[in-house]
């Protein structure tokens, strides 16, 4: 399989041949998940460790799950209580895991670029899961995956992303993704709410939902996310909802096939209507939290072997030395 990486760190340092990799397997774990015998023995002998410095309760449980499935050891270590709190670096936590031998690093932070320095420190493949406003890949992949199945095809789609998408990696990992595999993306929002690089992206940009919507393949609604403001960026959630949120009469700008995602935790009645949320005939949400736990098999397995490979190539190296 073509797949060179040794950290999944963002989608931006994947080729569209690796996508495609990741998501071909993923399809594999997709018809493992849903057999009565769940269980793999891919991982067997390595060691998972979840460090969440952020609580996300669906991603570290997906996670998880994907590496009990897979045969691993998995521990979640409870960051709220580590010794960062008392003081501790991130190096020295890198020099502590290193101690530990583990194999895979799931890490999720809110700073951008965390996890990227973790992974120049520690002697094991590292998983983003989330870092501040940078990326969040495994979301971004798992929506890729949602999509094909659905529309038979990952390219050549118009794909509407709506919301808040200045505070998002969801959406900047799902624009970096759909753009490699050659999508129109269209960019929804109030303007408070785009990024002050937008252009640069080399999207379209609507602050009017039923233009964004028109025509659209894919509407990909995001989360408002109020942890990550500092100031008065919307109105009121009911005036948010009045303009940006998703529900049938802007959804009818949309091709009638076209699907609706998002990738949770819902704010029924900001984001999305709850009846479009529900609509069985539209809307993926569910398909795409199973999808989550396919990927991530996926992406922990490639990287295995790719550790794999390099361990054993290390070994022969030293014994060469010997």
């Not at 809110?110 to 989330?130: I, M, P």
Request: proline residues 3%.
């Amino acid at each position: 399989m073509a797949f060179k990486q040794n950290h999944l760190l963002g989608i931006e340092p994947l080729h569209p041949t690796e996508i495609t990799t990741i998501l071909d397997l993923a399809e594999e774990y997709v018809a493992l998940n849903r057999s009565s015998e769940k269980h793999g023995t891919t991982l067997a002998g390595m060691t998972q460790i979840n460090m969440f410095f952020e609580a996300s309760t669906r991603t570290q449980a997906s996670f998880e799950l994907a590496g009990k499935r897979l045969g691993a050891d998995v521990m979640n270590m409870a960051m709220a209580q580590s010794s960062l709190k008392k003081g501790e670096t991130l190096i020295d936590t890198a020099l502590t895991l290193n101690a530990m031998h583990p194999d895979l690093l799931v890490v999720r932070h809110g700073r951008s670029g965390a996890v990227n320095l973790l992974a120049e420190k520690v002697n094991c493949a590292v998983l983003n899961a989330g870092d501040g406003k940078h990326e969040h890949p495994t979301q971004a992949l798992l929506d890729a995956l949602t999509i094909r199945r659905k529309k038979g095809r990952l390219h050549r789609l118009s794909i509407a992303i709506c919301g808040d998408i200045a505070h998002s990696r969801v959406a900047r990992s799902n624009l970096i993704l759909l753009g490699k595999m050659e999508n129109r993306v269209r960019l929804v929002g109030p303007p408070t709410l785009m990024p002050r690089d937008v252009e640069e992206f080399g999207v379209e940009v609507f602050d009017d939902m039923r233009e964004g919507l028109e025509g659209a393949d894919v509407v990909m609604m995001l989360r408002l996310q109020r942890e990550r403001m500092d100031g008065g960026f919307v109105p009121s959630e009911r005036e948010y909802f009045h303009r940006y949120g998703l529900d049938a009469e802007k959804l009818a700008y949309a091709k009638e096939d076209a699907i609706v995602m998002h990738p949770g935790p819902m704010n029924r009645g900001v984001e999305i209507d709850g009846a479009i949320a529900d609509d069985i005939n539209r809307s993926v949400i569910q398909e795409q939290v199973e999808m989550g736990v396919a990927v991530r098999m996926a992406a922990m397995d490639l990287l295995a072997r790719n550790l794999r490979r390099a361990r054993e190539r290390q070994r022969l190296r030293e014994a060469a030395h010997g």
